[in-house]
């Protein structure tokens, strides 16, 4: 008896045989259609090429070799880079030490530690700490200078200025200036701190707490606006927020107690702002009526709400530059 014909909707003809396994399997993506296309081959690698080379870069930089004691025998000042460099600063900018006005406590007892320092004699670490503009950081440059001016070339020591985000590389530098003949200020300038800053810890193993320690040629001054080197309203946050209050800002707090030397700057009183005036005035030799000097002087000091020896600078900057006289000592 015959085959009957498969049934298949109207209008369409002969029902279609069902598709092989094997010819929807041959569609399925292969191992090969999976693989990533070259592009992205070349891209991975390149990206692994950058990886390996950021890596060899700092290793070799961490890898350099110590500075020679010939290359401090150029100048007496160099800024620090946390690529391992140290630039010459042919011409520190600073004031003379006599300009100084207000701080003579400060001042004597800075000396007195950097002489000491210099003589190869114990001293201590210190921290300037207190106002605004009242000559922390030209103290410093002012003392270096101060010292050297009496000093054989091959006894003079060098002032080195570390920038405040660069602390974590402070451990680099001490190594590179342990050998050296040379004896170092290491500055910091405006140093502090904010309440998640963990690079505070490079900096007291540095004074005090470390293995190796300061080398014996290296001694830390720093200057800052907070006696803690934290703002108030961060310590109270720390003391509120802890299971033990007393702890919470011990370690933080316990950095500044390593340095040997607090000299607190503040605020000067008129006489002193216009004795300031008047020291600039009779140095770079600019000739006004005593009475006038005063009188702008002071007027000076109201718009800027303040009186420091900054305010009292960049008055006589305004003064000489209005009288066409030129801010060379005469």
């Excluded at 025998?73 to 010459?88: K, M, N, T």
């Excluded at 974590?168 to 200036?177: F, G, R, S, W």
């Excluded at 700057?265 to 002193?272: I, L, M």
């Amino acid at each position: 008896m015959p085959k009957k014909p498969n049934k298949s909707p109207a209008g369409q003809g002969p029902r279609t045989p069902a598709r092989k396994p094997a010819r929807v399997a041959a569609k399925r993506p292969t191992t090969a259609s999976r693989a990533p296309s070259q592009p992205v081959r070349d891209l991975a690698q390149e990206r692994i090429v950058r990886a390996l080379e950021t890596i060899a870069a700092h290793l070799s930089a961490q890898g350099k070799p110590a500075v020679s004691a010939e290359s401090f025998e150029r100048v007496d000042a160099y800024v620090w880079h946390p690529d391992g460099r140290l630039s010459a600063v042919p011409r520190v900018s600073r004031v003379e030490l006599f300009l100084l006005k207000g701080v003579d406590r400060m001042r004597d007892i800075l000396m007195e530690n950097t002489e000491r320092f210099a003589g190869g004699l114990p001293a201590n670490n210190a921290l300037l700490w207190g106002a605004r503009g009242m000559g922390k950081s030209s103290l410093v440059k002012a003392a270096h200078a101060s010292i050297n001016a009496e000093r054989k070339p091959a006894e003079k020591l060098k002032l080195i200025e570390i920038h405040r985000e660069d602390i974590e590389t402070l451990p680099m530098l001490m190594e590179k200036l342990r050998d050296a003949s040379f004896r170092f200020i290491v500055f910091i300038d405006d140093l502090s701190f904010d309440g998640n800053d963990a690079s505070y810890k490079s900096l007291k193993a540095v004074l005090e707490g470390g293995i190796e320690g300061r080398p014996d040629n290296v001694i830390l001054y720093a200057t800052s606006n907070r006696r803690h080197l934290l703002a108030r309203e961060m310590i109270e946050n720390e003391r509120s927020t802890a299971i033990n209050p007393g702890e919470a800002v011990e370690e933080k707090v316990s950095l500044s107690d390593r340095f040997g030397l607090w000299l607190g700057f503040h605020r000067c009183s008129q006489d002193e702002y216009l004795a300031m005036v008047r020291g600039y005035c009779g140095h770079f030799g600019i000739e006004v009526d005593d009475e006038a000097l005063e009188r702008e002087a002071l007027e000076w000091s109201t718009t800027r709400g303040s009186r420091s020896g900054r305010v009292a600078w960049q008055f006589v900057q305004e003064l000489a530059g209005r009288l066409g006289v030129k801010l060379t000592a005469t």
